[in-house]
């Protein structure tokens, strides 16, 4: 087994997926950015696909495409999930999720495409933002300690960009990533 990893891209997204999955442990609601009392809005228009051909070197590459070759009672995976959402990039490298005013959920949209437009609110200001878009499944199984779940990474499509924002304005990006 592999144990150094030196993809820095897969170090982020298991640290961004630790940090979701303790919030939900926790109970703790999402961190979002204080946008102030008269916040800017980003409107992203955002279309993401994955293809069955990935999804099933993934299940290979896991070990879970039939027969399963696991140990434990039952393996269960889930067709693709995302999630995704825009970010602030602050001082320190921490990454501060924006609040969606409107548009639907941004976690755990099942498809194989994602299609979706969400507005999120902003503060004011020069910002330089990340776009995330993790697609993923979710394997669930079930051995002598437990039912146990875990995501296994398809794709996360990132893309960094500078806006200067102004109060109580709007701003609008279309993004597609993914096979056409």
């Given amino acids: 087994m592999n144990t150094g990893n030196t993809n820095p891209r897969g170090f982020w997204r298991r640290l961004i997926f630790v940090g979701l999955a303790w919030s939900q442990i926790t109970g703790c609601a999402m961190m ?7 916040p800017a809005r980003l ?8 293809s069955k051909t990935q999804e099933q070197a993934v299940l290979e590459n896991s070990w879970l495409a ?7 009672g039952w393996h269960r995976v889930s067709t693709p999930l995302w999630d995704w959402g825009v970010y602030v990039i602050r001082p320190d490298g921490y990454l501060a999720p924006l609040k969606p005013e409107s548009g639907g959920p941004t976690k755990d949209v099942a498809g194989y495409e994602l299609k979706q437009t969400v507005v999120f609110l902003a503060p004011p200001g020069p910002q330089s933002l990340r776009l995330l878009v993790w697609a993923y499944l979710q394997h669930q199984w079930y051995d002598d300690a437990g039912e146990n779940s875990e995501p296994i990474d398809i794709k996360t499509f990132q893309e960094d960009f500078q806006l200067d924002l102004c109060p109580g304005c709007t ?6 990533f993914g096979p056409r």
């Fill in 171 to 176: 701003r609008e990006m279309s993004r597609q």
């Fill in 66 to 72: 039939p027969p399963v070759r696991l140990p434990g």
């Fill in 32 to 38: 979002w950015v204080d946008a102030g009392p008269n």
């Fill in 43 to 50: 409107k992203v228009d955002l279309t993401a696909r994955v």
